[in-house]
């Protein structure tokens, strides 16, 4: 069956630190991998996209992250976490054909200390 | 951002009403979609559409029924909405295989 799993309920993490959000992936045909962030109240916005290619994919916002197709994961990152970066973060597959259904994780919330 | 716009952005309405919800896109995509979002559930997929006149299920298309008479619009239909429809409903575009991009959402109450 196809999935995403993000461990990882919630995470707090102190502002200036590192942080990686952590996503793995059950899919049968070779994925699209992505990270969208939603901050509270508003839409969907996304982050980075991994199609093929290099596995360290950037993204806005100073996000990367890295595609371990052996792992079946797909983990987010940013040296150096900003408050303004608290929000709910959901990982995301699809198929390589259009039109069909991202299929999410059920998120990791942030929240940034200071 | 994608030109995605969604109405209205907040419902109230009681069991046993009819409701539609409206997402209109300026950006001409092909592909057009319905999520509802649910705590613990992350976003499933209602229908979607693929062309003018051209819809198909999703994950949790119980319930609801599309429409989608121009490029721009994409409707879906609550024929008779139920508490269990209370949600947050998000539309999304996409042109080619991949991204998908959201609109800003509709938050549904039904009494």
């Known amino acids: 069956a196809q999935s995403v799993t993000q461990p990882d309920i919630h995470i707090t993490v102190s502002e200036g630190a590192s942080l990686e959000l952590r996503c793995n992936y059950s899919y049968g045909a070779t994925p699209y991998l992505f990270w969208y962030v939603q901050s509270p109240g508003q839409g969907l916005q996304l982050l980075l996209k991994?199609?093929?290619?290099?596995?360290l994919v950037q993204g806005i916002k100073g996000f990367e992250a890295e595609f371990k197709r052996s792992q079946s994961s797909f983990n987010l990152r940013k040296p150096s976490v900003h408050w303004s970066d608290a929000a709910e973060y959901f990982c995301a597959v699809g198929a390589n054909q259009a039109g069909t259904a991202l299929i999410f994780g059920k998120g990791t919330t942030l929240s940034v200390s200071s | 951002d994608a030109g995605i716009t969604q109405s209205p952005r907040h419902k109230v309405t009681e069991t046993g009403t009819p409701v539609t919800l409206r997402c209109h896109q300026t950006e001409n995509h092909r592909y057009m979609y319905w999520y509802r979002q649910d705590p613990g559930h992350g976003l499933r997929l209602i229908h979607y559409?693929?062309?003018?006149?051209?819809?198909d299920k999703g994950e949790v298309s119980d319930g609801y029924s599309v429409s989608r008479s121009k490029t721009e619009d994409f409707l879906l239909t609550l024929e008779s909405a139920t508490s269990s429809q209370t949600s947050v409903y998000f539309c999304?575009?996409?042109?080619?295989?991949?991204?998908?991009?959201f609109g800003p959402g509709t938050r549904l109450l039904v009494l």
């Open positions: 559409s693929y062309g003018v006149k051209d819809t």
């Open positions: 999304a575009i996409s042109e080619v295989a991949g991204a998908q991009y």
């Open positions: 991994y199609f093929s290619g290099d596995t």
